[in-house]
């Protein structure tokens, strides 16, 4: 097998391996992100699509999004996630609404569909992406699966916020950084801020943005 070939195969399998340790290690609510009701995720993605739209959540680990939405009766849902773990314990949570939701055990770098989505949702996976060519990758991945003028619902630690989570190194974005790396493919619609309550008693600011597919 060529070098780097057997290079991306191991470093794939570690971040399945690292995603893994977490969820089965930790409770889910002990995990910093952690949030009892998805808060402004919930209320954008309320406010710009329909029951009938079809909504990724990339990285959606046990998060209450997808309970939150089927509460609201969406009706074509999709979890994608690198952690088996995750993935089995949201198979298990939401076992009476298997009709209306997708699961893709899956790294969003080798990502693979025929799904066209018309929201895209990214709370803290993102900025996971540290070097350039994932980032690339990730982006190419976004714009070929979301439908044109469908919406990218992006939340990362902000400037104030941390520089890592669950011991990895992340990149933190604000407006202007996020708009130069989706260049014009993306138009910013809109962007807030919120101060996070850690499980610990701490605080981590992320922000958030709304960018359209052009
Ligand atoms: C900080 S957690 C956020 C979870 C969820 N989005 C939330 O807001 O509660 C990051 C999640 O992304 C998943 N993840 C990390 N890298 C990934 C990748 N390359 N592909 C798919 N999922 C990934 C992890 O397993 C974890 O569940």
């Known amino acids: 097998m060529p070098k780097s070939r057997y290079i991306i195969i191991k470093q794939m399998t570690s971040t399945h391996t690292h995603w893994d340790t977490i969820y089965t290690t930790k ?7 952690h949030q009892a009701q998805s808060t402004i995720s919930l209320d954008w993605i309320l406010d710009i699509t329909n029951k009938n739209d079809a909504i990724l959540d990339v990285g959606s680990g046990v998060s209450a999004l997808a309970d939150n939405l089927l509460e609201k009766n969406y009706q074509h849902l999709s979890l994608l996630e ?12 939401l076992e009476n609404h298997l009709d209306h939701v997708h699961f893709y055990h ?7 569909t025929n799904t066209q989505f018309d929201l895209w949702h ?4 993102f900025h996971f992406l540290t070097n ?5 990758t990730y982006i190419q991945k976004l714009k070929q699966y979301l439908k044109p003028n469908g919406y990218f619902l992006l939340s990362t630690f902000a400037p104030t916020g941390p520089k890592q989570c669950s011991e990895l190194n992340i990149v933190q974005y604000d407006s202007d950084k996020i708009t ?3 260049d014009t493919d993306f138009k910013l619609i809109k962007t ?3 101060i996070h309550p850690h499980p610990d008693g701490s605080t981590q600011d992320f922000n958030y943005f709304l960018l359209q597919k052009t």
């Open 192 to 194: 807030t801020s919120e």
């Open 106 to 112: 899956e790294n969003i770098l080798t990502f693979q």
């Open 132 to 136: 350039e060519k994932d980032q690339q």
């Open 82 to 93: 690198i952690s088996q773990i995750a993935i089995q314990t949201m198979k298990k949570r």
């Open 180 to 182: 130069l790396l989706l």
């Open 27 to 33: 409770n889910h609510n002990k995990v910093s992100w």
């Open 122 to 125: 990214d709370r803290a996976v």
